[in-house]
């Protein structure tokens, strides 16, 4: 079965720091990888998903991630963070072998002081 | 488009009762699945259903069902309900069977007393 690890249970940056959430999976197969995002008081939104080709993935909002293969890493980065950033950001792999499944990362709280 | 609609928002329910969550998917979107979600296991896979049968199904007990209809909206069952069903249900919807492009529902708050 496969698991994630985010370490960072909760991040606290300035704006316009540079953020990078770490993602670590542990699958042994194909993986297709995702980052959602929960502003408070919403619901679960895609940031990113990463299937194949090009290992840095682009998103909305400005984020992106790199696929680490030999690392089993999936690293969530902004450049510069705006207040409006402050959310859940959670981390989950599907295993190609159970397509309809995706198990997700413990989330990490970013908090954005202005 | 409408999103995923869930319903109710909230529940407070008493132990021992049974409840009845509902999901209607994006219009055109067949596959249903839902998630529990708490603070101390985070974001867990409880089924999910294409085509009015479920595929695939996470590690929870048998007292938690569901099923979908025709017009694909989905109902998620809990019966004799214990204080740590207390949690927020996600409903996800998608085009086909695979977790490319799931959208979230709200979700449901339910609290067992």
């Known amino acids: 079965a496969q698991s994630v690890s985010q370490h960072n249970h909760h991040v606290i940056l300035s704006e316009a720091a540079s953020l990078e959430l770490g993602c670590n999976y542990s699958?042994?197969?194909?993986?297709?990888l995702f980052w959602y995002v929960q502003y408070p008081g919403q619901h679960l939104q895609l940031l990113l998903k990463?299937?194949?080709?090009?290992?840095l993935v682009k998103g909305i909002k400005g984020f992106e991630a790199e696929f680490i293969k030999s690392k089993f890493s999936f690293n969530l980065r902004k450049p510069s963070v705006q207040w409006s950033d402050t959310a859940e950001y959670f981390c989950?792999?599907?295993?190609?072998?159970?397509?309809?499944?995706?198990?997700f990362g413990s989330g990490t709280q970013l908090t954005v002081l202005p | 488009k409408a999103g995923v609609t869930q319903t109710p928002r909230y529940l407070i329910k008493t132990r021992g009762q049974q409840v009845t969550l509902s999901c209607s998917p994006i219009?055109?979107?067949?596959?249903v699945s839902w998630y529990q979600q708490t603070p101390g296991q985070g974001l867990q896979f409880l089924f999910e259903?294409?085509?009015?049968?479920?595929?695939n199904k996470g590690n929870f007990p048998g007292r938690f069902s569901g099923r979908q209809f025709s017009n694909s909206r989905s109902e998620m069952n809990v019966s004799t309900l214990e204080l740590g069903d207390s949690a927020l249900y996600l409903c996800?919807?998608?085009?086909?069977?695979?977790?490319?492009?799931?959208?979230f529902g709200s979700g449901t708050r339910l609290t067992v007393v």
């Open positions: 996800a919807s998608s085009l086909a069977p695979t977790a490319e492009g799931y959208t």
């Open positions: 699958y042994g197969g194909t993986v297709n």
């Open positions: 990463y299937f194949s080709g090009d290992p």
């Open positions: 989950a792999v599907n295993a190609r072998s159970s397509a309809r499944q995706l198990t």
């Open positions: 219009s055109g979107h067949r596959s």
């Open positions: 259903y294409f085509s009015e049968t479920q595929r």
